[in-house]
């Protein structure tokens, strides 16, 4: 059974940083692709940022600039660093792991909360 663990959440004010980690383990596929997604009360779940295995990766437009995703494959850990936080970005950020074959898992979440 894949498990992802993450780690990271918290109360930051607007303008600061939090690094989000997300660990995967029981895979016995190769992990392709792991990202973030992200739902705030009353709105539907987004994608924040993903990477795929050569490294590339995508990101949501309100996040470009701010945001890092980055990825220790051997480890099977992804990593987002948020910076210039904004009251926008407070929500529940969900990590998200894809083997090979495209079967999805999700972890708990971890709670952003971006106030002064």
């Known amino acids: 059974q894949v498990q992802l663990v993450e780690s990271g959440g918290g109360l930051v004010q607007p303008g600061g940083s939090l690094r989000l980690s997300c660990a995967a383990s029981g895979s016995r596929l190769a992990i392709n692709r792991m990202g973030w997604y992200r739902q705030a009360p009353g709105n539907q779940r987004e994608l924040v940022a993903a990477?795929?295995?050569?490294?590339?990766?995508n990101y949501a437009d309100s996040v470009k600039g701010r945001f890092t995703i980055s990825r220790d494959g051997a480890k099977n850990t992804a990593f987002l660093q948020m910076n210039s936080l904004k009251p926008e970005d407070t929500a529940v950020y969900y990590c998200?792991?894809?083997?090979?074959?495209?079967?999805?898992?999700w972890g708990q979440g971890t709670q952003v909360t971006v106030s002064s």
């Open positions: 998200n792991a894809a083997n090979l074959l495209g079967r999805e898992y």
């Open positions: 990477i795929i295995s050569s490294g590339r990766s």
